[in-house]
Nanobody, 120 residues
Framework: QVQLLESGGGLVQPGGSLRLSCSAS????????MGWYRQAPGKQRELVAT???????NYADTVKDRFTISRDNAENTVYLQMNSLKPEDTAVYYC??????????????WGQGTQVTVSS
């Protein structure tokens, strides 16, 4: 059984910063791509950023130059540093990972989500 556990969400003022963390646990052989997605009320879930096992990154245009995704492969953890936050960044943020439990096949997993609210 594999679990993704997120932390770090909360309430922050516009212009502020937050750091999200997501740790994978369970029977893990390796982790391929990890990423963050978000879903605002009344909207579809959207990509925020992804990072491969080789640490190649990809960002949504709306967060480029403000958010940074990183990972610690030894700790099976992915981070999202969010700076210069805007009210439109308010959403539930979900961690996602492609995890190999039995080589070579991977399955896709989601975390439970963590709320980020940007408001004065």
């Amino acid at each position: 059984q594999v679990q993704l556990l997120e932390s770090g969400g909360g309430l922050v003022q516009p212009g502020g910063s937050l750091r999200l963390s997501c740790s994978a646990s369970g029977s893990i052989f390796s982790i391929r791509t990890m990423g963050w997605y978000r879903q605002a009320p009344g909207k579809q879930r959207e990509l925020v950023a992804t990072i491969t096992s080789a640490k190649r990154t990809n960002y949504a245009d709306t967060v480029k130059d403000r958010f940074t995704i990183s990972r610690d492969n030894a700790e099976n953890t992915v981070y999202l540093q969010m700076n210069s936050l805007k009210p439109e960044d308010t959403a539930v943020y979900y961690c996602n990972a492609d995890i190999v439990t039995a080589w070579p096949r991977s399955n896709n997993y989601w975390g439970q989500g963590t709320q980020v609210t940007v408001s004065s």
